[in-house]
C-alpha cells in the first residue's frame, strides 16, 4: 500500500533500479520531482539508488506553495539538503529544474549520455494551480475538475518546453521519451479514468491501468498502437536493450520486468508478456492477477479508498453525475469543511469523509476492515474458502474477461471456479519470493514535527500551512532494524486523525446548525 508521512517504509534495498544500471555505463541520472520510496533513512534517498542528482520532494505529497506535507514538516530537496521557498508552484520549480538540465546536455554536444527521470507531483492534490491555468479550464463546469486539469496544464507546458529544446539543438531523434503514471487518479480530487470502473487504491482497471508511451524513433520506428500487456517493471530491461546493454544486467538478479523490444520492432499486438502480477497488498489481504484477457481479484477490491463505480465526466457542478443524494450530501460537508479550513489542510479529513460515505455502497465500514495486524507483514496466501464465503453487496472473488467486459461489470467467478483457482495459483507462484514488508500506513511517534505541531492543530487545522517548519529528512538511526521495531512506537495513521476529525464534526455542527438556530432565534424575538 502507499506509505504516509512520516512512515518507515521503503522499496527494498535488494531490488536493482534502472538508474543504477545506466550510472554504471557512464550515464548522468537526475531525479525530479516525487521520489516516495522511502526517506526514513539514509540509504532509502535517492541519491543512494543510482541518483547522482536529486530535486524535489521525498515524500508521496504536500502543499505545492508551502512545500509542507504537514506537522510543520518541509519536504522539498537539492539532492539531501532542504531548498527553502514558500512562494513558487512545485511545478512551476520542477518544470525550471528539468529544463535546466535537459537544456545543458542537449547544447553540450560532448557531454555524457543521460537519464532524467521526471516525476511530477502533481496532479496529486491538494489542488493548487495559478489563476493562468485556470482559466485555460474554465469550459469545465465542476471546481475539482477544472483545478485538476488546470494543474495537468502546467505539467503539460513543463513537457512541451523540453520536447522544444531538444527538437531545437537536434537531439529529440537521439532522445527516448517514456511516459506512465504510478496508478489510476482519484475522482473526488478531479480525476478521470472513464471509461475505466475504479480508481486510485483499487483494483479495478480504473486503478491499475494508466495511459502511456515510448518514443523512440531510432529503436522502433514509427507509431504503433502497442496492443500487448505492459507492465511499469518491463522499463528496465526494455530501455536496457534500447541502448545495446542487456548484457549490463547482473544474471544474478531476478526481474520481474520483460525486455518488450523485440514485440515494439515487429509492431506486435500480443506481445511476450502473457500474464502480469498486478497486485498484492498484505495488509488489506488484496490480490489481483491478470492472464491473457482474464483478469481475477481476491480479497478486498477497493482500500484505502473506496471507487467502485464508473465515473463519467461531469456535465454539472457535481463531481459524480448523475449521483446519488448521498454523493451530493458527501460533496455539500466537503464544501462545509472548506469553509471551515482551506482544502489544503484538510486532506486526509476528506479521505476519511470520502471513505465513510462510499462504505455504505459496498456494506458499511464493516467491510474495510483490515485483516492483518504487527508491524512487520510476512507473505500468505490469499485464503479462497474464506473470501468465497462473504456475502452480500461487496464483492471479494471476482473474474471478469476484459476483452468482453473491458468495463468489469460482469463478475464471471462463479461460472468459472476452476479459472479462478488456476489463475490465483499463477498469481501466488508469482509471490512466492516475496520479502516481508513493514506496514506502510503507520506512523513513527519519534519522527520530526514543526515547533507549532501540538493538539492546537485539531482546532485551528494548520495542516501543511505551519507558520514554522522542520526539514523532513531520514529520521531513524543508521543501526535501526525494522524486524525488531517495537509496536508502542508507532501508530495508525487513521488513529492520528482521529482527534482532528472530532474537531472539524463540532465545528461543523456549531457552525452550521447550533449558530444558525441560535440567529433565528435572534430573529423570532425580535419580530414578536
Known amino acids: 500500500m502507499p506509505f504516509a508521512q512520516g512512515s518507515s517504509l521503503h522499496l527494498n534495498l535488494s531490488f536493482s533500479l534502472l538508474p543504477e544500471g545506466l550510472k554504471k555505463l557512464g550515464y548522468k541520472t537526475h531525479a525530479v520531482g516525487k521520489w516516495h520510496l522511502g526517506q526514513s533513512k539514509e540509504e532509502y534517498l535517492p541519491t543512494n539508488r543510482g541518483f547522482k542528482h536529486f530535486y524535489g520532494l521525498l515524500g508521496g505529497g504536500f502543499n505545492h506553495i508551502t512545500k509542507q506535507s504537514g506537522q510543520g514538516r518541509y519536504d522539498f530537496w537539492r539532492n539531501q539538503q532542504p531548498e527553502y521557498d514558500n512562494t513558487t508552484h512545485s511545478t512551476t520549480l520542477i518544470n525550471a529544474e528539468a529544463l535546466k538540465i535537459v537544456t545543458k546536455h542537449a547544447t553540450a554536444k560532448s557531454s555524457n549520455p543521460f537519464f532524467l527521470y521526471l516525476s511530477h507531483p502533481a496532479p496529486h492534490d491538494p489542488l493548487q494551480a495559478p489563476q493562468k491555468y485556470q482559466d485555460m479550464c474554465n469550459h469545465i463546469p465542476s471546481y475539482r475538475r477544472r483545478m485538476s486539469c488546470a494543474m495537468v496544464a502546467m505539467v503539460d507546458e513543463g513537457f512541451g518546453q523540453l520536447i522544444k529544446v531538444l527538437r531545437e539543438t537536434g537531439e529529440l531523434e537521439n532522445t527516448i521519451i517514456a511516459f506512465s503514471t504510478d496508478n489510476g487518479g482519484v475522482p473526488y480530487a478531479g480525476a478521470l479514468n472513464y471509461p475505466n470502473r475504479g480508481g486510485k487504491s483499487t483494483t479495478y482497471e480504473g486503478g491499475v491501468k494508466v495511459p502511456g508511451f515510448i518514443y523512440a524513433p531510432k529503436q522502433i520506428g514509427g507509431n504503433i498502437n502497442y496492443g500487448g500487456l505492459f507492465h511499469v517493471s518491463d522499463f528496465f530491461p526494455t530501455f536496457m536493450a534500447m541502448i545495446n546493454a542487456t548484457h549490463k544486467i547482473e544474471k544474478s538478479q531476478e526481474l520481474n520486468g520483460l525486455n518488450q523490444l523485440p514485440s515494439l520492432i515487429k509492431k506486435e499486438q500480443t506481445g511476450v508478456r502473457q500474464s502480469v502480477h498486478i497486485h498484492r497488498d498484505i495488509d488489506r489481504d488484496s490480490q489481483a492477477y491478470r492472464r491473457g484477457p482474464w483478469k481475477v481479484m481476491v480479497g478486498h477490491h477497493f482500500l484505502p479508498l473506496i471507487f467502485n463505480r464508473i465515473y463519467n465526466e461531469t456535465k454539472s457542478g ?123 500506513d503507520v506512523i513513527y511517534n519519534k519522527s520530526p514535527r514543526g515547533p507549532d505541531a501540538g493538539w492546537t492543530n485539531f482546532v485551528t487545522h494548520l495542516g501543511s500551512e505551519h507558520p514554522r517548519v522542520i526539514p523532513f529528512g531520514p529520521f531513524l538511526p543508521a543501526d535501526f532494524k525494522m524486524e525488531e521495531a517495537n509496536e508502542d512506537d508507532f501508530q495508525r495513521l487513521f488513529d492520528t486523525a482521529k482527534p482532528e476529525a472530532y474537531s472539524m464534526i463540532l465545528q461543523m455542527f456549531l457552525v452550521y446548525i447550533v449558530l444558525p438556530l441560535i440567529l433565528l432565534r435572534r430573529l423570532l424575538k425580535r419580530l414578536k
Not at 482551506?342 to 471513505?355: A, D, H, R
Not at 507483514?377 to 471478469?400: A, E, H, I, N
Open 318 to 440: 457535481w463531481l459524480v453525475e448523475g449521483g446519488t443524494w448521498r454523493d451530493k450530501a458527501m460533496e455539500i460537508l466537503m464544501a462545509g469543511m472548506d469553509l471551515i479550513a482551506p482544502p489544503c489542510n484538510t486532506i486526509f479529513l476528506q479521505y476519511i469523509l470520502w471513505v465513510t460515505c462510499d462504505s455504505f455502497n459496498v456494506g458499511g465500514l464493516q467491510s474495510t476492515q483490515n485483516v492483518s495486524s504487527g508491524l512487520m507483514q510476512d507473505y500468505f496466501k490469499s485464503d479462497l474458502g474464506y473470501w468465497k464465503s462473504r456475502d452480500g453487496v461487496y464483492p471479494t472473488v471476482s473474474l471478469f474477461n476484459l476483452e468482453e467486459d473491458p468495463q468489469e461489470t460482469t463478475n464471471l467467478a462463479s461460472k468459472h471456479p476452476d479459472l479462478v483457482e488456476t489463475l490465483l495459483a499463477e498469481a501466488e507462484k508469482e509471490m512466492k519470493n516475496a520479502p516481508s514488508m513493514f506496514r506502510g
